[in-house]
């Protein structure tokens, strides 16, 4: 990414865009997705692990809420978010232990509205953000949306991904640094930060005046290990800001229901405002969202269960392709694999074009695009395990045999 | 608006927020929300006219098509938009002679969002976009979050708000100008353009290689004379980008469903790469609204002869108010009046705390949030003739004997 500050308008052809509407990255994950559509043309069957897009059934109580949907005038609502979805957030949080009341809550279009509010809220034009690589690779959308500069610390495979020691963060934070950006489980390595991590980035954050962002979309995707919320740590009350989403626990991606959590009274202003221009976050799904956040604690331990059995099935099935490796992933449906090959992007485009077995191939997301560092992750893609065992092993397999099929012909 | 281009963060308390958090303006039309809600709460009926939220119903086949949303799994939509209401709008703009295929349209949440797209895309942080006051009051807010710095050109109430000189409108386009910013028919002000008008501002467009913004929302609510496209104008098609939604015209404000449309293949490019780092538009709203783009015109006929009928009751009304004063808007379905008071941010407010008549008053937008130029709109108002007849009737007695009491007592 180039200084977001640069004024000087981009040329292309006869009329002048923006520096950042260059800059602007196509997704990664859906950049595929034209291969993926011309083989299934050919009618072949893509077992889409590319995104996180999951199999599990909405639970009926929302779609049972948007077909009561009876309003005759679909209006505007509050610009904070509808009452009802307000006060069950609120609530959602308490049965888990978070004690967040209706005003510390801005209902937002999907997490990824939280994601580019909280960077417009506290960080100016060219203002640094420490991210750690790989990351979910829309933060470096949403980072050259509001013309901030992410700035990335990379993890190791070979550690599982884990953040690198707080000193080796404290020496990136510069006058310009805005905020540390977690994210846990994280997307796309499935990593967990522990209660102890967690702490330590507190505390520098503290001392360094900063931000912590924490994404935490995944909370309740935890196979091994408690998920930490940065809402525990009152110490940094004023420079906590959580990021949630209900696409992925209530497998309901379509709906763009999130919200952004601050005991930050300025923050949560600012971010009231910032709603009050785009008027309001979709009715709709906003009712019926309000309707899924009392599900009983069985509905989470279930899902949970039936991921961590995808999990072990598909890492299993990984680790045993010759050359590929990864660490069994601790939380969120994500890994991040190594793969033996030069240019994962060739291996993933080719996969669509060139290979099937049995009419069956697989979608994975290249690594690249999960880095801001040139050249990292071209050995690696980010495998979603969003559907069911029987597809994953499926997925697997095409995945095995294409990967040697493709190493002898390359 | 000061310099967006300043990055040194503004203290607030003991942590830094952004610049732009603290430019982000209140919603001017919003803003009086709590006061009304104290007259509820005692008992007073408030006629909403601050806001165009329209009392029209829905149209059943939207509401229908809600009720009927089935799929199993509320999943991602693609980043363009739900492929049947891309089609949809298609099919639309064609019945009402406008050629624009599917590769020309990005769904957008919600107008808004269109906006926010359209000043990210063209316009670096620090670029100019020409508007003309008063303007819908949200241009400055998305200008705020995009680092964009509105320059306003005033336009003469006693004129019917109606665009300044060519010359005028030439003398504010700098180095920096990066596109002229149009809605006809027009928020706050009622006035409809002329194509020679629309002509002139194309030629205009064309000459300095600046872009065309066209906000036409309120393109069939037209009383007196018809509507002009910025699409029309096919020697500026590169330099075109119509912002749209389907919020008044369905009364759908609550759906957040918009487009944005160009025959700029760089613009329509970047606008898909926007689109994908926030994935998806809502998609039960999405779904809905392909089903309502195909009413007959009839449907519409019925909308602005409703809308004429109010108008004609409330401006004659208005204008009888000793003092105040309105030209006949020929559109959309808010005028901008002048009244004989010196503060009417003040004066709307005592409309809602200390005033009523039979237990009535009514609510109505302070002039001057719609205006960048410190010091203008204090005595201009935004009335939006959003209720029946019977109930602007009322209104506009409240507002009379508000008036008159407020004058004696001020």
Redesign the interface.
């Given at each position: 990414m180039s200084d977001?500050?640069?004024?000087?308008?981009a040329k292309?052809?006869?009329?002048?865009?923006?520096?950042?509407?260059?800059l602007?990255?196509?997704?990664p994950i859906?950049k595929l997705v034209p291969f993926a559509e011309a083989a299934r043309k050919r009618g072949i069957t893509v077992y889409g692990l590319n995104?996180g897009?999951?199999?599990?059934?909405?639970p009926p109580e929302?779609?049972a809420a948007?077909?009561?949907?009876?309003?005759?005038?679909?209006?505007?609502?509050h610009?904070q978010g509808h009452a009802e979805l307000l006060t069950a957030f609120s609530r959602y949080y308490r049965n888990i232990g978070l004690d967040i009341p209706v005003e510390q809550i801005q209902i937002t279009?999907?997490g990824?509205?939280a994601i580019?509010f909280a960077l417009?809220?506290?960080?100016?034009?060219?203002?640094e953000i420490i991210v750690f690589e790989p990351y979910y690779t829309?933060y470096m959308?949403?980072a050259v949306?509001a013309?901030v500069k992410l700035v990335p610390l990379a993890t190791d495979p070979g550690q599982g991904y884990g953040l690198p020691p707080l000193e080796k963060i404290e020496q990136k934070i510069t006058g310009r640094t805005?905020a540390i950006l977690l994210c846990s489980p994280n997307n796309p390595t499935g990593t967990l930060l522990s209660r102890e991590v967690m702490g330590g980035i507190a505390d520098l954050a503290r001392r360094k005046?900063v931000?912590v962002l924490s994404d935490e979309v995944y909370r309740e995707f935890c196979y091994t290990g408690k998920h930490t919320s940065i809402w525990e740590f009152e110490e940094i009350a004023?420079?906590a800001i959580m990021l949630d989403s209900i696409s992925k626990r209530y497998?309901?991606?379509?709906?763009?229901v999130g919200c952004l959590a601050s005991r930050?009274k300025?923050?949560m202003d600012?971010a009231?405002?910032?709603g009050?221009?785009?008027?309001?976050?979709?009715?709709?799904?906003q009712i019926a969202a309000a309707r899924v956040m009392d599900l009983p604690q069985s509905y989470y331990t279930a899902l949970a269960d039936e991921y961590r059995g995808r999990r072990d099935t598909i890492v299993d099935l990984f680790n045993k392709i010759p050359g590929c490796f990864c660490r069994k992933p601790l939380g969120a449906f994500y890994f991040m694999g190594t793969f033996p090959v030069a240019d994962i992007e060739d291996f993933c485009r080719w996969m669509l074009t060139d290979f099937s077995y049995e009419n069956q191939t697989v979608m994975i997301a290249p690594g690249p695009g999960f880095y801001a560092t040139p050249g990292m992750g071209k050995n690696e893609a980010r495998i979603a395990y969003v559907l069911e065992k029987e597809k994953l092993i499926r997925a697997m397999r095409a995945l095995r045999l294409g990967l040697a099929e493709y190493q002898q012909t390359h």
């Open positions: 977001p500050n640069v004024t000087t308008p292309i052809g006869a009329l002048l865009l923006s520096e950042r509407s260059r602007m990255p196509a997704s859906r995104i897009q999951p199999d599990i059934p909405t929302f779609l948007v077909r009561a949907f009876s309003a005759p005038v679909l209006a505007y609502g610009s279009t999907g990824s509205e580019l417009t809220i506290i960080a100016n034009p060219g203002d829309n959308g949403f949306e013309g805005r005046n931000f004023e420079r497998s309901a991606c379509g709906a763009r930050n300025q923050v600012a009231l405002r910032l009050q221009a785009r008027l309001c976050s979709p009715t709709i799904e």
